[in-house]
């Protein structure tokens, strides 16, 4: 049932194109406006969501992450991520114009369920971005965005996590519609742009694959990886971490490339590997050339970088030790590119170390206790 593949995570990665188009699929009425999957919640309440509150755990709570980068952007209103474990023990701050987004693949997550019950015991609409149909998160929330990434069996999330960024990239833009923060035509657009996204990823699958096996030969025996990343560089940065750590057993840290000089940096030894996620080069804005700066900065104290960057990035070469491209898109939609060698790099450590790739020491699929 691995249809030929040698691990169901290398089959799930290789499913992401269609993860992301099935997401999309059926999401638009014939006028082009989106439509959600279960909604119990007026669109007039939509329309006077002034907060939203993301509760997640693990990779979801990265997907969450990187969306609040776009929704921001569009929807002009604060996008605030919470482990769920954490939010449910303190006091949240929410009121009935506070939209709460519970994202899980299983829809089981008990730390997560609590969260939202927390949530919704406070008066707060509650919307499930969820894999599984039917599953008890969507089944006790307001309204549901279901994620079409079909069953993911391996423990590590990849699929699912792609699938996550494009359904909250969904929410986004139709609280964008509702509450008309954008113009119809520049929600057009960015759908259009998410619809050439599996092609982009297949880009990747199809090209990269040697570059990142044979990068993975080189570091066998590396103790550590840091990665780093800027804007919504920097949860993909997180995620490439959990991943290595959790399927390959590497320690490694995931984190903001402008944290560097207040503390990571001093980490950086002789052949330390550093993978960098480098922004669109179009432009050379800010945003690109402070992340190739990064990359000066750890390669001068001798890091071994691995960059992943743009096609055809001018700058990148000159720093980088390796470089896994991946086509040009925009930086909003770059996570959706930009994870795919991240796992596939995780992936093969794991697979040099003769470890289980699908169920990893210590780990469940659904974490269904606090
Ligand atoms: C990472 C991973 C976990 C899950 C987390 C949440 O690869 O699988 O971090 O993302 O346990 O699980 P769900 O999404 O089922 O709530």
């Known amino acids: 049932e691995k249809g030929g593949w040698d691990s169901y995570m290398d089959k799930e990665i290789h499913e992401e194109p269609l993860a992301v188009s099935d997401t999309l699929l059926g999401r638009f009425s014939v ?197 780093l990343g800027r804007h919504v560089g920097y949860p993909v940065a997180m995620e490439g971490a959990l991943k290595l750590k959790e399927i390959a057993y590497t320690f490694s840290e995931g984190f903001a490339a402008g944290e560097l000089k207040h503390g990571p940096i001093a980490l950086v030894d002789e052949g330390e590997p550093v993978v960098v996620i480098v922004p669109s080069p179009r432009g050379r804005d800010v945003l690109h050339n402070k992340v190739i700066s990064s990359i000066e900065e750890v390669k001068a104290r001798g890091a071994f970088t691995i960059a992943v960057a743009e096609v055809g990035d001018p700058d990148v070469e000159h720093y980088a030790d390796v470089i896994f491209w991946r086509p040009e898109c925009s930086t909003l939609l770059s996570p959706l590119t930009d994870v795919v060698p991240l796992q596939l790099f995780a992936m093969d450590m794991a697979k040099l170390k003769h470890y289980d790739i699908d169920k990893p020491r210590n780990l469940a699929k659904s974490v269904t206790v606090e």
């Open 31 to 227: 006028d082009g406006d989106l439509n959600l999957d279960e909604v119990r919640i007026d669109e007039d309440v939509f329309r006077s969501i002034d907060k939203i509150v993301v509760i997640a755990c693990g990779s979801a709570s990265y997907a969450g992450l990187v969306a609040k980068y776009a929704i921001e952007h569009w929807v002009r209103i604060p996008v605030e991520i919470e482990l769920a474990h954490e939010f449910r023990y303190r006091d949240p701050i929410l009121t009935p114009r506070t939209l709460v987004v519970a994202i899980s693949q299983s829809g089981e997550t008990m730390d997560t369920l609590m969260a939202l019950r927390h949530a919704r015991e406070q008066g707060s609409r509650v919307l499930a971005i969820c894999n599984t149909q039917g599953s008890t998160i969507p089944r006790e929330s307001d309204a549901v965005l279901y994620t079409h990434a079909g069953p993911e069996i391996a423990v590590a999330s990849t699929k699912a996590f792609v699938a996550q960024i494009v359904a909250a990239y969904l929410l986004g833009l139709y609280l964008a519609q509702v509450k008309g923060t954008m113009y119809r035509d520049e929600i057009r657009q960015i759908v259009d742009n998410l619809k050439a996204m599996p092609e982009k990823i297949q880009w990747v699958l199809d090209n990269q694959a040697d570059v990142i096996a044979q990068t993975a030969d080189r570091m066998a025996k590396a103790h550590s990886f840091l990665f």
